[in-house]
């Protein structure tokens, strides 16, 4: 026993390098900024997977367990599920691909999905021509094929559940790439599952909806402005923020806020990002 304590103590007394911590919390930095991303999917799956054991609720069936992250989301009407979840790299491009299905009773769920995958195929048809087109002018214009072999297209299509309760899901689908110059688009979805209908800001605000959302905006976009009076935000004649209507993006927030959105440069200059306002009444 004794020898068994004085080994332990050895153990422990060890001395650890200085440097190497230093290059392990600079390896951890440099980690969690380039997977963060992967490695939330990766880990939002793991705990899916534990809740799938537990309670033994998976309904998955075979064609789409090949082809799917595995584990759904589950909600009392529907789940959204990953049919789709690779990375890989083929002829120059690096492909993170993420598709999200809802499995749910009902046309709307059925129109989704395909509205989705549409969407998805022409984004990743696009990419490829983009790319094709790219290189061509790139040789043709004095560059060689041992530089363009230096070269990548990143091609991201992924989604994000802004919230969900037993009937209603909130999510945007992501499609991206980045190479020359970076291209995005998102796309909202905002469902009432229970009676098979898109959700609208008029439901969520009532009949005042245009006033409420255009009232609170304005409020956000003058507190944006510093002590000098500049803002990001463009003026309404400049091709800044006028009003809503019925095409305006928005998303839910987990406690029920919709989050009126813009793309980049539509409102704003780039700084500002993608625009997102709260909708909250005074």
């Given at each position: 026993?004794?020898?068994?304590?004085?080994?332990?103590?050895?153990?422990?007394?060890?001395?650890?390098?200085?440097?190497?911590?230093g290059?392990t919390?600079?390896?951890?930095?440099?980690?969690?900024r380039?997977?963060?991303?992967?490695?939330?999917?990766?880990?939002?799956?793991?705990?899916?997977?534990?809740?799938?054991?537990?309670?033994?609720?998976?309904?998955?069936?075979?064609?789409?367990?090949?082809?799917?992250?595995?584990?759904?989301?589950?909600?009392?009407?529907?789940?959204?599920?990953?049919?789709?979840?690779?990375?890989?790299?083929e002829?120059?491009?690096?492909?993170?691909?993420?598709?999200?299905?809802?499995?749910?009773?009902?046309?709307?769920?059925?129109q989704?999905?395909?509205?989705?995958?549409?969407?998805?195929?022409?984004?990743?048809?696009?990419?490829?021509?983009?790319?094709?087109?790219?290189q061509?002018?790139?040789?043709?214009?004095?560059?060689?094929?041992?530089?363009?072999?230096?070269?990548?297209?990143n091609?991201?299509?992924?989604?994000?559940?802004?919230s969900?309760?037993?009937?209603?899901?909130?999510?945007?689908?992501?499609?991206?790439?980045?190479?020359v110059?970076?291209?995005?688009?998102?796309?909202?979805?905002?469902?009432?599952?229970?009676?098979?209908?898109?959700?609208?800001?008029?439901?969520?605000?009532?009949?005042?909806w245009?006033?409420?959302?255009?009232?609170?905006?304005?409020?956000?976009?003058?507190?944006?402005?510093?002590?000098?009076?500049?803002?990001?935000?463009?003026?309404?004649?400049?091709?800044?923020?006028?009003?809503?209507?019925?095409?305006?993006?928005?998303?839910?927030?987990?406690?029920?806020?919709?989050?009126?959105?813009?793309?980049?440069?539509?409102?704003?200059?780039?700084?500002?990002?993608?625009?997102?306002?709260?909708?909250?009444?005074?």
């Open positions: 026993m004794n020898e068994f304590k004085q080994a332990k103590e050895d153990y422990n007394a060890i001395a650890i390098p200085e440097q190497l911590d290059l919390r600079a390896a951890i930095r440099q980690g969690k380039k997977y963060r991303q992967r490695r939330f999917r990766q880990s939002f799956t793991a705990l899916a997977a534990c809740f799938a054991v537990l309670f033994g609720v998976l309904n998955l069936s075979p064609t789409a367990a090949a082809v799917a992250a595995d584990i759904p989301i589950l909600n009392g009407l529907f789940k959204i599920m990953t049919i789709q979840n690779y990375t890989q790299k002829n120059g491009i690096d492909y993170q691909v993420s598709v999200p299905e809802i499995e749910a009773a009902g046309p709307l769920a059925q989704i999905n395909a509205a989705i995958q549409e969407k998805v195929d022409a984004h990743l048809a696009k990419t490829r021509q983009d790319w094709a087109d790219y061509e002018a790139f040789l043709a214009t004095g560059g060689t094929q041992a530089e363009l072999a230096e070269r990548e297209m091609v991201i299509v992924d989604y994000e559940i802004k969900q309760t037993d009937t209603r899901v909130s999510f945007v689908v992501t499609l991206a790439e980045g190479w110059a970076a291209f995005e688009e998102r796309y909202y979805y905002n469902l009432d599952l229970a009676n098979n209908q898109p959700l609208t800001l008029e439901m969520l605000l009532g009949e005042n245009v006033q409420i959302c255009n009232e609170s905006i304005q409020r956000d976009i003058a507190a944006s402005a510093d002590e000098t009076g500049f803002s990001y935000f463009f003026p309404p004649e400049e091709g800044g923020f006028s009003t809503v209507d019925a095409d305006t993006t928005f998303y839910i927030r987990a406690d029920g806020v919709p989050v009126v959105t813009f793309a980049k440069y539509e409102i704003a200059a780039g700084a500002a990002g993608i625009p997102e306002f709260p909708i909250t009444a005074e």
